[in-house]
């Protein structure tokens, strides 16, 4: 099915977009579920007004946290995204810290990832020979600085570089895996980015992300266990507090980033990822024709 809306910037809301959706905090028309190859993709929002436009996902569901992290339909997501006209998405995730420098609360504009998932649906390109897609930047760098500008205009402080660790959940991290991740160099653990990070390249799709710091680590700082609390003691009232702040202010940093976006036209390497496949006649202008017989 093709659908009639054509919205360049989308954003894909991680841990607690669903409760700014209750509280109305984000508000727009509900476009609903849209049918992919790959299975329907999480409900979209279309937020429009005569300063700026863009569409709203949040990954884990509508009313609570009912979708977590391993399975998420990112093929379904990304594709929905798009069919809708999409070119430019900016994602948000709460991971945990690694790197004890960050505060919880701490926005911080990643960008790098290791990728320690797996059986997960990680690519368009099955058994189609083409997908060897370049990683250096592995975020847009043009949305990075529209997110950087979007934070300052706004005086919120954020940290503009961090390596992030996504793992396969939903179970937490052992120490152990904490420590070896710290001397990999990663700085938080999450389990969302991956693979939407790669599958919104393959699709030639800018791609950036704002993270918000909602716990330290395992091992990290020492917590003891408190059974029916959240992640079992791992965060506290005071973080919780310090998240809850971070997480109302995502309203307003993502309608300044679609000011800029409507302000500014973004050219950049993101939208030539599968330029050489072009070039070579292995795939067509058109990219539904893409991922055909997969
Ligand atoms: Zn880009």
């Not at 700014?20 to 849209?34: A, S």
């Not at 379904?76 to 709460?94: F, M, P, Q």
């Not at 926005?107 to 997908?131: A, C, P, Q």
């Amino acid at each position: 099915m093709r659908y009639n809306v054509n919205v360049p910037f989308a954003v894909i809301g991680g841990s607690q977009a669903y409760t700014l959706l209750q509280k109305g905090y984000i508000q727009g028309k509900r476009i609903g579920e849209i049918q992919t190859p790959f299975g329907d993709s999480q409900p979209i929002y279309h937020i429009s007004n005569p300063q700026y436009e863009m569409l709203f996902l949040s990954r884990h569901g509508e009313k609570g946290y009912s979708l977590t992290a391993p399975f998420i339909n990112y093929r379904a997501n990304i594709y929905a995204l798009k069919e809708l006209g999409v070119k430019h998405i900016v994602s948000w995730s709460g991971p945990g810290a690694i790197n004890k420098a960050y505060k919880i609360g701490e926005f911080v504009i990643i960008d790098d990832v290791v990728d320690e998932t797996h059986s997960r649906e990680f690519t368009f390109y099955k058994n189609r020979g083409i997908g060897f897609t370049r990683q250096f930047p592995v975020f847009c760098p043009i949305l990075r600085k529209c997110i950087v500008e979007s934070l300052n205009i706004l005086h919120i402080n954020f940290s503009g570089r961090g390596t992030y660790v996504c793992t396969q959940g939903p179970r937490l991290e052992t120490p152990a895996e904490i420590r070896k991740y710290k001397s990999f160099g990663c700085d938080l653990v999450g389990m969302t980015l991956v693979p939407e990070v790669f599958l919104a390249k393959e699709l030639e799709l800018c791609y950036a992300s704002i993270c918000y710091v909602t716990n330290y680590a395992e091992g990290v700082v020492d917590k003891p266990f408190k059974a029916g609390e959240l992640f079992e003691g791992l965060s506290d009232d005071a973080d919780r507090k310090a998240v809850e702040d971070a997480v109302t202010q995502f309203p307003s940093i993502i309608i300044n980033i679609a000011k800029y976006l409507k302000r500014q036209r973004i050219i950049c390497q993101c939208q030539s990822s599968m330029e050489r496949y072009k070039k070579r006649g292995d795939i067509e202008d058109d990219w539904h024709d893409w991922i055909k017989n997969t």
